[in-house]
């Protein structure tokens, strides 16, 4: 079983139901164990389009699924819970991306692990600090702690 993180996000309709309807759906598989899920954060929207603010929150969980296979029920959970996609960074009924999964590094069109953002979005450290403090990212070869002390130092220098 492989360790994986998790982000969530929504910021369209009822966005506490939609994110506890995905990781009731990633609980339900029997291919994933449901280790931890950390406290939803309210967040500003990223990128520059204008929508309502975001819940968020980090899963960690346990798959024998490979990554593309972990991939396509992110994706399959996401459309179940009427996701759609018109504009990149835009409102979105779930969100559901892969942070880490293991020590892996993969740089694909439609994958790339780890998250490539990841180090720079504090509602991402914020959650994923909460239940992985010391997992190494397999790049920065930084624990997520001090890559969220990272960012809120450049965030504070703002």
């Not at 406290?39 to 490979?66: A, K, S, W």
């Not at 504090?122 to 239940?131: A, G, K, R, T």
């Amino acid at each position: 079983m492989a360790n994986v993180y998790l982000g969530l996000g929504s910021n369209i309709g009822d966005k506490k139901q939609y994110i506890t309807d995905a990781i009731e759906a990633l609980s339900d598989n029997p291919h994933i164990d449901l280790i931890q899920v950390a406290e939803l954060i309210e967040t500003e929207p990223y990128g520059h389009v204008e929508q309502d603010d975001f819940l968020n929150t980090c899963v960690h969980i346990e798959t024998d699924y490979t990554p593309y296979e972990m991939l396509d029920k992110a994706m399959e959970i996401e459309q179940s819970l009427d996701r759609e996609r018109y504009i990149k960074w835009g409102p979105r009924t779930i969100d559901i991306d892969i942070l880490l999964y293991e020590d892996l590094q993969i740089e694909q069109d439609n994958l790339t692990i780890p998250h490539e953002e990841l180090h720079l979005r504090s509602f991402v450290l914020e959650p994923l600090n909460s239940i992985a403090k010391d997992v190494v990212h397999p790049v920065f070869n930084q624990t997520i702690h001090e890559l969220y002390l990272d960012l809120k130092r450049k965030e504070m220098k703002e």
